[in-house]
């Protein structure tokens, strides 16, 4: 990834946030983190990108899983009401309800978040989100081949963005089956790639802001082996490609990691601050939300003081 002025991240989100313009021929590109629950810290890292005043500063935003859906709250310029979405007890009760496996039902219920909070409970204004200049690029994974896909081509109203969305969140077995979209069908995104700065690279980005939902110092853990039987067993008769993805999973933070490191100037990480809790990815404690919220929205503040201060 090679910039046009070699400015680094910070500089590049300045200058753009002083002039008010894009035209400086680079790719800024804001990349988010998934993570279930754990997305509760990129929500908060947007509220803060919203308060800078850098909602029109970047070219694309690529979000997986739970990072599409906080990207598609920045793009709709309503971060600040969106983010009940993480924090009001009833919704987290309806969307997150592990017990529903016993009786054979999905534990995520993407399909209630997606098409009756996101239209009524809090809505979204989906209209913004199609007509901002940012490009919104949510990431699944094709069940077929395995690889992260960009859905962005596919988007072309508002039921197509809702659907986009649940591909890019859909974790198999606990959200339900594969989602069927523009002809091929879909699971999280994040088994091909936790966070898509790779295939934002691959389309064209010379900058990028990640948006990460682990600590520096955190690992992804190990699958436990009932996930392994089950989870596994599912995916490798139903989904053959994801089921590779899945297996390889133990070396993707390793690789994502040096790939970012390998852009050097040109990327730019925000992780939760040292010492914030790790969130399991179907928490639904309410006042850890909260907290991690807080945590994500000031993490950001101070990564940014220095490159929005007056010019």
Do not use: C, K
């Amino acid at each position: 990834m090679s910039s046009a002025l070699e400015s680094t991240v910070a500089d590049l989100i300045r200058e753009r946030r002083d002039t008010g313009s894009r035209a400086d021929g680079n790719r800024l590109v804001l990349v988010i983190e998934g993570g279930g629950s754990r997305g509760v810290y990129a929500g908060g890292m947007v509220l803060a990108l919203e308060e800078l005043g850098l909602s029109s500063v970047f070219d694309a935003v690529y979000g997986t899983s739970a990072g599409a859906l906080n990207g598609a709250w920045f793009l709709s310029g309503q971060v600040a009401p969106g983010m009940r979405t993480w924090t009001d007890p009833e919704i987290i009760r309806r969307t997150i309800a592990p017990e529903r496996v016993l009786r054979g039902r999905a534990a995520f219920n993407l399909r209630y978040l997606v098409h009756q909070v996101y239209e009524a409970v809090a809505p979204m204004d989906f209209r913004a989100v199609l007509a901002n200049p940012t490009t919104f690029h949510p990431v699944a994974t094709d069940i077929y081949s395995g690889r992260a896909v960009d859905l962005h081509p596919h988007i072309t109203d508002q039921r197509s963005l809702q659907t986009a969305l649940r591909a890019s969140a859909g974790l198999p077995l606990l959200a339900g089956p594969p989602i069927a979209f523009a002809g091929s069908r879909y699971f999280d995104g994040g088994l091909s790639e936790s966070v898509p700065i790779r295939i934002a690279v691959r389309d064209g980005a010379t900058h990028a802001l990640i948006l990460r939902t682990r600590r520096t110092d955190e690992r992804r853990p190990p699958a436990s082996l009932l996930h392994q039987i089950v989870g596994g067993g599912y995916m490798r008769l139903r989904a053959p490609g994801a089921y590779r993805s899945w297996i390889s999973r133990s070396g993707q933070q390793d690789a994502e990691d040096d790939f970012t490191a390998g852009l050097g100037a040109t990327a730019m990480q925000i992780h939760p601050p040292a010492g914030a809790p790790e969130i399991d990815s179907a928490s639904r404690d309410t006042d850890l939300m909260i907290a991690a919220l807080e945590l994500g929205r000031m993490a950001t503040h101070a990564a940014l003081a220095a490159a929005v201060r007056a010019a």
